[in-house]
Nanobody, 122 residues
Framework: QVQLVESGGGLVQAGGSLRLSCAAS????????MGWFRQAPGKEREFVAG????????DYADNVKGRFTISRDNAKNTVYLQMNSLKPEDTAVYYC???????????????WGQGTQVTVSS
């Protein structure tokens, strides 16, 4: 089992930045692809960013490309999402997820965190 705990969310003005962290416990995530998803009120959960188990491959949703950066530190069993130039439409609960081996942009992840709220004011 892998337990995931997100942190770093909060309230920020448009144009600002936040860095989300996802700390994993229970087992090493070295062999796990990791993803960030988000869900805004009244909307479906959507893929935001993903990173392969090695960190060599990353993928982003079109609406965050160039603004968000996903990274991982396997020694710390932690994944990060650096979010810059935030917009009000980025407001959502952000979830971290893990799946063994191959990165995917779908919701087919085995483990999920509880989420952290990000609110961007205009």
């Amino acid at each position: 089992q892998v337990q995931l705990v997100e942190s770093g969310g909060g309230l920020v003005q448009a144009g600002g930045s936040l860095r989300l962290s996802c700390a994993a416990s229970g087992r090493s995530i070295n062999n796990y692809a990791m993803g960030w998803f988000r869900q805004a009120p009244g909307k479906e959960r959507e893929f935001v960013a993903g990173i392969s188990w090695s960190g060599g491959i990353t993928d982003y949703a079109d609406n965050v490309k160039g603004r968000f950066t996903i990274s991982r530190d396997n020694a710390k069993n932690t994944v990060y999402l650096q979010m810059n130039s935030l917009k009000p439409e980025d407001t959502a609960v952000y979830y971290c997820a893990a799946r063994r081996f191959k990165l995917t942009t779908t919701s087919e992840y085995e483990y999920w965190g509880q989420g952290t709220q990000v609110t961007v004011s205009s």
